[in-house]
């Protein structure tokens, strides 16, 4: 059986270079915080699928409540009545949320792929987007307050 080689990195935290065929059923001794940190985690990749599928549901849903049931009759109280309702508030908000995370997730892998390292990634993630995040959220909630109360 061919033996792997592992040459030197060519820069601090990379992973080693592997050249050469892996033997059936090795093991290869891999950093283990190298799968959760590569490109910004597991759960930054996850919760990105997962608001993926919320906007495509929900706006499916806002979609069909807003522009096939009320054809002719869309005015602000036809929207009123709509957002009286438990059911398109949740949406709404859940629509908001998944949207303002998404967004700004997907920038934030942009930012990492393309100029940051390691350590600037928790400094940039934990308070400059989520500073943003939050504030576009508390100003979406008080664009749906009037119907929230």
């Given at each position: 059986?061919?033996?792997?080689?592992?040459s030197?990195?060519?820069?601090?935290?990379?992973?080693?270079?592997?050249?050469?065929?892996?033997?059936?059923?090795?093991?290869?001794?891999?950093?283990?915080?190298?799968?959760?940190?590569?490109?910004?985690?597991?759960?930054?990749?996850?919760?990105?699928?997962?608001?993926?599928?919320?906007?495509?549901?929900?706006?499916g849903?806002?979609?069909?409540?807003?522009h096939?049931?009320?054809?002719?009759?869309l005015?602000?109280?036809?929207?009123?009545?709509?957002?009286?309702?438990?059911?398109?508030?949740?949406?709404?908000?859940?629509?908001?949320?998944?949207?303002?995370?998404?967004?700004?997730?997907?920038?934030?892998?942009?930012l990492?792929?393309?100029?940051?390292?390691?350590?600037?990634?928790?400094l940039?993630?934990?308070?400059?987007?989520?500073?943003?995040?939050?504030?576009?959220?508390?100003?979406?909630?008080?664009?749906?307050?009037?119907?929230?109360?």
């Open positions: 059986m061919a033996q792997e080689t592992v030197s990195a060519p820069h601090a935290g990379a992973p080693p270079v592997v050249s050469g065929p892996v033997p059936v059923g090795a093991v290869r001794d891999l950093d283990r915080g190298q799968l959760g940190d590569a490109r910004g985690g597991v759960w930054g990749w996850l919760m990105q699928r997962v608001t993926a599928v919320v906007l495509i549901v929900g706006l849903t806002h979609l069909v409540a807003t096939i049931l009320n054809i002719g009759d005015s602000y109280d036809n929207i009123a009545t709509r957002l009286a309702g438990v059911f398109f508030i949740v949406i709404d908000v859940g629509l908001l949320a998944a949207a303002i995370f998404h967004g700004l997730n997907g920038l934030r892998m942009v990492l792929d393309y100029f940051w390292n390691a350590r600037r990634q928790r940039v993630f934990t308070w400059l987007l989520w500073a943003f995040g939050t504030a576009f959220f508390i100003f979406g909630l008080w664009a749906l307050w009037p119907w929230i109360t």
